[in-house]
């Protein structure tokens, strides 16, 4: 229970920083209201941001494609169409190293995220009512937080052994 409200508190914080208000991401966004009655709870806690991303292809003449994208607490997902049944990518964010290159244009704000294993992966966002690049900047830097938090809790339980194990370790000394 109390892992949970830690959880909301962390999203709310991150939407006022980005100047949004928490409670208007599912009541103002009809797109999303739809696809949260067809989630279960906790898929819906869990989404940050959901539209439209445009993603620099690979291939050699690298054409933009519109590609309909879902960012969650743990990753950006990538969808070949609107209804999402596609997934064509999904950037978990323990394999993102960075956002980086963000640049805006007149119609265009364009951003790079750079995995792990040292890939670019280019995407542009019209407007900035939509900064896509910052939303995921900051999910990457909760998602960091909570790893550094976890790894940070597991290595103090293992140098600090409870009590009751203590005693069986001085019980077996000679």
């Given at each position: ?36 009655t067809e ?32 960012l969650t ?72 937080n909570r ?28």
């Open positions: 229970m109390k892992k949970h409200t830690v959880g909301r508190r962390l999203q709310r914080r991150l939407y006022e920083a980005l100047g949004h208000s928490y409670s208007c991401l599912f009541v103002h966004n009809p797109k999303i209201t739809q696809n949260a989630m279960t709870g906790s898929d819906i806690s869990h989404v940050l941001k959901e539209g439209e991303l445009e993603k620099r292809s690979d291939n050699l003449l690298q054409f933009w494609k519109r590609k309909t994208c879902v607490t743990d990753s950006l997902n990538i969808y070949t169409d609107n209804q999402k049944k596609n997934r064509s990518k999904e950037l978990k964010l323990q394999s993102i190293k960075k956002v980086d290159c963000v640049e805006r244009t007149g119609k265009f704000v364009y951003f790079t995220i750079v995995t792990t294993d040292n890939k670019e992966i280019d995407f542009r966002c019209s407007g900035e009512e939509n900064c896509w690049n910052a939303v995921i900047t900051m999910a990457l830097i909760d998602f960091q790893k550094a938090i976890q790894d940070f809790k597991t290595r103090q339980e293992s140098e600090n052994p409870s009590l009751g194990q203590q005693e069986r370790c001085e019980a077996r000394a000679p």
